[in-house]
Nanobody, 122 residues
């Protein structure tokens, strides 16, 4: 069983930046595909970004390309989401997720964090 803890959310003005972190328990972190999703008010959960087990491949939703960057530190069992040029429409609860099947790009994820709120004011 893997536990994921999302941190780093908060309130920021439009145009600002935040960095989210997701710390994972367990010894298999380096073999997982890691991803970030978000769910805005009244919206369905949306894929944001994914990174493969080595960090050599990434995948982004069109809505965040060029503004968000996903990265990982396997020595620290942590994945990050650097968010720049934030917009009010980025307001959502952000969740990290892990997939253990070593499929790139996964269609489903096995483990989920508890979420961290990001609010962008205009």
């Amino acid at each position: 069983q893997v536990q994921l803890v999302d941190t780093g959310g908060g309130l920021v003005q439009a145009g600002g930046s935040l960095r989210l972190s997701c710390a994972a328990s367990g010894r298999s972190f380096s073999s997982y595909v890691m991803a970030w999703f978000r769910q805005g008010p009244g919206k369905e959960r949306e894929f944001i970004a994914a990174i493969n087990w080595s960090g050599g491949s990434t995948n982004y939703a069109d809505s965040v390309k060029g503004r968000f960057t996903i990265s990982r530190d396997n020595a620290k069992n942590t994945v990050y989401l650097q968010m720049n040029s934030l917009k009010p429409e980025d307001t959502a609860v952000y969740y990290c997720a892990a997939d253990k099947t070593r499929i790139w790009v996964p269609r489903t994820y096995d483990y989920w964090g508890q979420g961290t709120q990001v609010t962008v004011s205009s």
